[in-house]
């Protein structure tokens, strides 16, 4: 257990709908990244909160948001969404002066 | 902006045997970090090495190494006494300050196969 925790692991779901991903980040970290990985490519840099607040944008399609809650927990909402949308998205978490960034397992994405 | 690239979209290494990931980044910036994670089949990103660049140097981790030449902006990922359960892909990615508060930025990976 890395102590990044997402929810759910796997998910299947039909275009043009909306699904939330939910990221718990590890005790103590402030900043929450999300990533985005296409099928064998590199992981896309999504968007970043940093207690509560958005620190720094992606490559992050309109019909993609997120947030942060006063918890730290952080949730990524993909609507309207696509064939192409299908990937594994992460989240990882950090904090200022720590080296040290921690990933999730995963929520892998399936839109069919 | 940033950007990483990996060269090598593929490789491959006989069990026991030395083989190296090339790396190389854009930057502006003069301190920063850099890494390499591991992704084998479980998907999981594991990170396997950290060079800060102010270091000159090389981090080592057991049987990984790094080169990392600034001038060059080359970062190079050395496995010695490959294993089986080294075979993953493998991202190179940049991190610059202040730590722990910026986006890794990633490259496209390199496909590590080890064989027996």
């Known amino acids: 257990d890395s102590g990044v925790t997402q929810t759910p692991k796997h998910l299947i779901t039909a275009t043009g709908q909306r699904v939330t991903l939910r990221c718990s980040p590890r005790?103590?970290?402030?900043?929450v990244y999300w990533y985005q990985q296409s099928l064998d490519q590199g992981l896309q840099f999504l968007i970043q909160y940093y207690n509560g607040e958005e620190r720094a944008k992606g490559n992050i399609l309109e019909r993609f948001s997120a947030q942060q809650f006063p918890d730290l927990h952080s949730e990524l909402n993909l609507s309207s969404l696509e064939l192409g949308d299908s990937a594994l998205y992460f989240c990882?978490?950090?904090?200022?002066?720590?080296?040290?960034?921690?990933f999730g397992s995963g929520t892998r994405l399936t839109v069919v | 902006a940033q950007t990483v690239t990996q060269s090598q979209p593929e490789m491959s290494v006989q069990e026991a045997e030395t083989v190296t990931l090339s790396c190389t980044y854009d930057t502006s910036e003069n301190n920063y970090y850099l890494f390499w994670y591991k992704q084998p089949p479980s998907r999981q990103m594991i990170l396997v090495i950290r060079?800060?660049?102010?270091?000159?140097q090389n981090a080592t981790e057991n049987r990984f190494s790094v080169n990392f030449q600034k001038a060059a902006k080359s970062f190079s990922l050395k496995i010695s006494d490959s294993q089986l359960g080294d075979t993953a892909m493998y991202f190179c990615a940049f991190m610059k300050l202040p730590s722990g508060n910026t986006p890794l930025v990633f490259g496209k990976g390199t496909r590590l196969s080890v064989i027996a």
């Open positions: 060079q800060e660049a102010y270091k000159q």
């Open positions: 005790s103590g970290d402030l900043s």
């Open positions: 990882a978490s950090s904090t200022p002066g720590v080296n040290g960034y921690t």
